[in-house]
């Protein structure tokens, strides 16, 4: 049986669904959690949208329906999966398992990868420090993209980018970003602070789907 990365959080949900995830406490949304603790659909060999990312992917306050992923998956008549991690600090490098074990699917699937945080850094199995270190961070996330480059050569994928703080990233890399988002702002939400809202998911997918048409 394959190994997957998944916060100790997510995992303790597996197969639950639950009202309120993380720093959503607004009763309104339900959360469903599939085997693995992922908030997403099982997997299953069918062509499928696939979602790296943090919270922004995994849907943080928003309805399942309204995740960029979703949409994109239904309106491109593909299955959905979402491996995102949610609310719970992790860096880049944590996805790389869970990237691993679905480029072995057989699948013509469409990966959506989204990068974020550069300088969060794991340093335990429980503990993500953000040090701070710029040209740390850089030479990092080059690493990490290099790998992802080469785990998804053969495979038809899209990459974002969002970031509260302003990295000078390599030209060879930010011209590959299919969206570069400097800020976590939304202007549908009331306090116009973060990107978890509607507004960006529907701006992604419509992004995403021009790509595709």
Same mark, same amino acid.
Request: hydrophobic residues 40%.
């Given at each position: 049986m394959e190994n997957w990365f998944v916060s100790n959080t997510m995992g303790s949900l597996a197969g639950q669904e639950v009202i309120n995830? *993380?720093?959503d406490q607004s009763n309104n949304i339900t959360y469903k959690f599939n085997s693995l *603790?992922?908030?997403s659909p099982e997997q299953y060999n069918r062509d499928s949208v696939i979602v790296i990312g943090n919270s922004?992917?995994?849907g943080i306050g928003i309805a399942e329906a309204d995740i960029y992923g979703y949409q994109v998956a239904k309106q491109a008549g593909l299955g959905y999966i979402n491996c995102s991690l949610g609310c719970y600090f992790h860096e880049n490098y944590d996805h790389l398992l869970n990237l691993?074990?679905?480029t072995k699917r057989t699948t013509n699937d469409l990966f959506l990868i989204q990068?974020?945080?550069?300088d969060r850094q794991r340093i335990g199995s429980e503990k993500v420090i953000s040090p701070g270190n710029k040209i740390q961070?850089?030479?990092k996330f080059i690493?990490?993209?290099?790998q992802v480059e080469q785990l998804l050569w053969n495979k038809q994928k899209f990459y974002f980018y969002w970031d509260n703080v302003?990295?000078?990233l390599p030209p060879e890399i930010k011209n590959k970003l299919l969206i570069h988002n400097k800020f976590h702002l939304d202007a549908s939400l009331p306090n116009n602070t973060d990107t978890f809202g509607i507004k960006s998911h529907l701006t992604i997918s419509k992004v995403v789907l021009s790509k595709l048409a």
């Open positions: 995830f *993380g720093y *603790g992922f908030r922004i992917s995994f691993k074990n679905l990068f974020n945080n550069l961070a850089v030479n690493d990490y993209f290099t302003d990295h000078i």
